[in-house]
């Protein structure tokens, strides 16, 4: 598995690249990865999927002033 830093920068990565989408990129690569018997990468992904789903939760909510 790659360390943690790591998993939060593909996370992050893939924020930037496709948005709210983001989430259905790494389930998509999460879901190949597991059809291709790739356990590691499948879990990997999963990993990076939960990091998406905190980041987006750090968002903030409102308005600034």
């Known amino acids: 598995m790659m ?3 790591h998993i ?3 996370a992050n990565s893939l924020l930037q690249q ?3 989408d983001a989430w259905f990129h790494a389930s998509q690569r999460a ?3 597991l059809l291709a018997g790739d356990l590691d ?3 990997m992904f ?3 999927l939960q990091r998406i789903a905190d980041l987006e939760n750090l968002a ?3 308005t600034v002033q």
């Open 3 to 5: 360390p943690e830093r």
């Open 8 to 10: 939060w920068a593909c």
């Open 18 to 20: 496709h948005g709210k």
């Open 31 to 33: 879901d190949a990865l």
């Open 41 to 43: 990468g499948s879990a």
């Open 46 to 48: 999963r990993a990076i």
């Open 60 to 62: 903030p909510s409102g």
